[in-house]
């Protein structure tokens, strides 16, 4: 409950700090008439929901949603329960997820501008589902350990890719929108991955 309330603090200070005022973005910027001429919204999402790569990765955001819910809503009671592992170390395995996350995140943040973000985000998939497949073999605690750190690796370095490649991909006035779309897609997948593991 502390964290959804520190989360819900922080978007609020950032609704009243960061949102750029109009009167600033048309005094710095020239009006958007004289960079191209104007499509409407509507136009816009017409143009990108008819466009296959805008559902491919859509769907390929709603498998990692999918995917990516099912150790973080089954991990610790799997290990306690079915490895026998101490409720501690159990718990544990969430903090090596988030840790190998943070650093997996810089890294291949900085990476994706070199080779592609497409390419990080394949690779962000199959150590994903490498340390999934990892968790499952029952081999121990270093195992578990690694496949988390697989996993965990995988894990941090997706979202900022699917964030970066709506706007390399698609026009810049509809990337929020695609990836609020997107994040729809993710919702699902979250909401029924559990349902369908039991």
Do not use: H
């Not at 950032?14 to 009006?31: G, H, Q, V």
């Not at 698609?170 to 349902?195: C, D, H, N, R, Y």
């Amino acid at each position: 409950m502390s964290l959804g309330l520190f989360a819900l603090l922080v978007a609020v200070v950032d609704f009243f700090l960061i949102r750029s005022k109009m009167a600033e973005k048309s005094s710095l910027l020239p009006a958007r008439n004289e960079l191209r001429p104007r499509v409407s919204l509507k136009t816009a999402y017409l143009q990108f929901a008819q466009d296959s790569r805008f559902w491919l990765i859509g769907i390929a955001y709603l498998l990692t949603g999918f995917s990516i819910i099912l150790p973080f809503t089954f991990l610790s009671t799997y290990a306690v329960q079915e490895l026998f592992f101490p409720y501690q170390s159990a718990t544990r395995l969430i903090m090596v997820i988030g840790v190998s996350a943070t650093v997996f995140k810089l890294i291949m943040g900085y990476f994706s501008d070199a080779i592609g973000r497409m390419r990080i985000m394949l690779l962000c998939a199959v150590l994903i589902s490498a340390g999934s497949w990892g968790m499952t073999l029952k081999q121990g605690s270093l195992v578990l350990n690694l496949s988390s750190i697989v996993f965990g690796c995988g894990y941090g370095a997706c979202w900022s890719m699917y964030a970066a490649i709506a706007s390399d991909y698609f026009s810049k006035e509809v990337a929020g929108g695609i990836i609020g779309v997107w994040t729809m897609l993710l919702g699902i997948g979250s909401l029924i991955s559990p349902i369908i593991a039991g």
